[in-house]
């Protein structure tokens, strides 16, 4: 049983370019989360999508976007890229059918890294 | 507002002896806690959870928490430490209204020494 899945794995990018970020979330699973995790930081909520909408957004500019597919993978875009974007991004994915008592699965996670 | 607080960027123990890692709430509503571990360059692994129920939680690796309401905490604990437990470790609360978002904690790094 797949866990969840990023790629890729690491990235350069130069300020100002666009970057895409791709996910697969665990077999079962129908929502997924995004986080950026900055160096020495905890993850922080970048947004949540579920039925191929976005269903909540955190405190980040409409740079993020993000896009979820009918098989319920999900991409994250990144436009006009900073150096403040270099960060670690999680993807999370849980089941919108169950309750508090459930966790969150989180890939291994995409490294950006903007120069 | 949910929010939690790692007062101890890092713990250094000896392997054998009790580890502890701090971790304090605010939340408005129920609490729902959690604990995960990271590992350098990768993902989080999910440990243990406080939903509701008796304070001392169990989860995975022997690690476990104990629920302080009154003074509004989360510790993670293990009896005996393994070199192996070396890692980042998060405090997270789940969002009382969007159970998909969660407020991390800053990180404890845990260092078991031989």
């Known amino acids: 049983d797949a866990g969840v899945t990023q790629s890729p794995t690491h990235l350069i990018k130069t300020r100002g370019q666009q970057v895409t970020l791709r996910c697969s979330p665990k077999s079962g699973h129908d929502t997924v989360s995004w986080y950026q995790q900055a160096l020495g930081q905890g993850p922080q909520f970048i947004f949540q999508?579920?039925?191929?909408?976005?269903?909540q957004r955190g405190n980040f500019p409409d740079r993020f976007s993000g896009h979820q597919f009918p098989n319920y993978s999900s991409e994250l875009n990144v436009n006009a890229l900073l150096l403040g974007d270099s960060a670690l991004y999680l993807c999370?994915?849980?089941?919108?059918?169950?309750?508090?008592?459930?966790?969150?699965?989180f890939g291994n996670g995409t490294r950006l890294t903007v120069t | 507002a949910q929010s939690v607080a790692q007062p101890e960027d890092q713990v250094n123990v000896a392997e054998g002896n009790p580890l502890t890692v701090k971790c304090t709430y605010s939340?408005?509503?129920?609490?729902?806690l959690f604990w995960y571990v990271q590992y350098p360059n990768r993902g989080l692994q999910f440990l243990l959870k406080?939903?509701?129920?008796?304070?001392l939680v169990k989860g995975s690796y022997g690690f476990e928490a104990e629920f302080n309401k009154s003074q509004t905490s989360f510790h993670l604990k293990k009896p005996s430490a393994l070199v192996s437990d070396s890692a980042l470790y998060f405090c997270?609360?789940?969002?009382?209204?969007?159970?998909?978002?969660?407020?991390f904690g800053s990180g404890t790094k845990l260092n078991v020494k031989p």
């Open positions: 406080y939903i509701t129920g008796d304070n």
């Open positions: 999508y579920y039925e191929e909408e976005e269903r």
């Open positions: 939340v408005s509503g129920n609490p729902y």
């Open positions: 997270a609360v789940r969002d009382s209204i969007n159970f998909n978002k969660f407020y």
């Open positions: 999370a994915s849980s089941s919108n059918s169950r309750s508090y008592n459930s966790p969150l699965h």
